[in-house]
């Protein structure tokens, strides 16, 4: 059972250009959204992170936006970079520090 | 150490050979959590260490799988009698109480053949 869906699977986007990556959830007892990117051969580093009692939450060029009623939440990449071509997941947890429960991930490239 | 450190990095076993994957975490974190990512998606939860207490083993695949933490600091990942479809990526997290971050090693590529 999947319980975080992640779309698209794969995205190409111009340098200068805006990523939009969508998650949608299950679980309600979820309480904890956290983003993170992922490099070939090396693990997810934490990107930003989410509670529902926010809509948005902005780190950067990083803005991750909920959407409580509907379940889903998004991650921008503003003024994507070519540098920012990586693979990047979203996760939901009961608690921060609990479990992750990952979606399929999307891999971004940033074209120069 | 400055994060969390795996090894091996790369694994190959022959199938039904046992494997050991080991994890060192950061120093000081209670917390420590195993996942395994095949190829092309995300992880998945395997287990979850505080301290040397195996509190949650609720992904484990099969009996197979074994974890362990005696002294609450390096864990180990044993898989007996590895298949196929064992062949993942697993990855170690730990995190302090009170830290919402989890940060990741770099993993063990297992290929079994």
């Known amino acids: 059972q999947q319980q975080v869906k992640q779309s698209p699977q794969s995205l190409i986007v111009q340098k200068g250009g805006i990523s939009i990556i969508n998650c949608a959830y299950e679980n309600t007892a979820f309480d904890y959204f956290p983003w993170y990117q992922q490099f070939p051969g090396k693990g997810p580093a934490l990107l930003i992170a989410?509670?529902?009692?926010?809509s948005e939450k902005k780190e950067g060029r990083f803005t991750i936006s909920f959407n409580k009623s509907a379940k889903q939440f998004s991650l921008h990449i503003m003024d994507s970079q070519p540098g920012d071509s990586a693979t990047y997941f979203c996760?939901?947890?009961?608690?921060?520090?609990?479990?992750?429960?990952f979606g399929g991930g999307t891999r971004v490239l940033v074209k120069p | 150490g400055a994060g969390v450190s795996q090894s091996p990095r790369y694994k190959v076993a022959k199938r039904g050979q046992d494997v050991a994957l080991r994890c060192d975490p950061i120093s000081g974190h209670v917390s420590l959590f195993w996942y395994q990512q095949a190829l092309g998606q995300g992880p998945e939860f395997l287990t979850y260490f505080q301290n040397e207490a195996q509190l949650d083993k609720s992904g484990l695949p099969s009996d197979r799988f074994f974890a362990e933490r005696p002294e609450g600091s390096v864990s180990t990942l044993k898989i007996q009698r590895t298949q196929q479809e064992d062949s993942a990526v697993y990855l170690c997290a730990s995190s302090s109480i009170g830290n919402t971050e989890a940060f990741f090693g770099q993993g063990t590529r297992l290929t079994v053949v």
């Open positions: 989410i509670r529902p009692d926010v």
């Open positions: 996760a939901a947890s009961k608690a921060a520090g609990n479990k992750l429960t």
